[in-house]
């Protein structure tokens, strides 16, 4: 449980990280006009997602036998209550950097 508490916290971390950086660069380098609803909006649909994951993550922590359960029907060898909330730092923290990027004007050159 201790586990899965500081992982929330990581976790709100790099919302807020998305967050800040995403309504800087739509009203900085986008130049768009600041919405309190739209910004209210993303903050709701993040709440219910991290919400989503957190609550897996306890149910799977608390009994196990689900997470091997549905593991087996996936045919997802190993999936556990830590893969579910490391994959939502994986995803949010994915988001965060591109935001950053976004922020900084930086541009990414793939290379064939």
Same mark, same amino acid.
Request: one cysteine or more; charged letters at 20%; hydrophobic letters at 50%.
């Given at each position: 449980?201790?586990?899965?508490?500081?992982?929330?916290? %990581?976790?709100?971390?790099?919302?807020?990280?998305?967050?800040?950086?995403?309504? %800087? %660069?739509?009203?900085?380098?986008?130049?768009?006009?600041?919405?309190?609803?739209?910004?209210?909006?993303?903050?709701?649909?993040? /709440?219910?997602?991290?919400?989503?994951? &957190?609550?897996?993550?306890?149910?799977?922590?608390?009994?196990?036998?689900?997470?091997?359960?549905?593991?087996?029907?996936?045919?997802?060898?190993?999936?556990?209550?830590? /893969?579910?909330?490391?994959?939502?730092? &994986?995803?949010?923290?994915?988001?965060?950097?591109?935001?950053? %990027?976004? /922020?900084?004007?930086?541009? &990414?050159?793939?290379?064939?």
């Amino acid at each position: 449980m201790k586990d899965i508490l500081m992982h929330c916290l %990581y976790l709100g971390i790099l919302i807020a990280i998305n967050i800040a950086c995403s309504t %800087y %660069y739509n009203i900085k380098v986008k130049d768009i006009k600041f919405d309190i609803n739209k910004l209210l909006e993303g903050i709701y649909k993040s /709440a219910i997602i991290v919400f989503s994951f &957190v609550g897996l993550t306890y149910v799977f922590d608390k009994i196990p036998y689900v997470v091997e359960s549905i593991g087996l029907v996936l045919g997802i060898e190993g999936l556990s209550s830590m /893969a579910i909330m490391n994959g939502a730092l &994986v995803m949010y923290g994915g988001f965060a950097v591109k935001s950053l %990027y976004d /922020a900084l004007k930086v541009k &990414v050159i793939k290379r064939a």
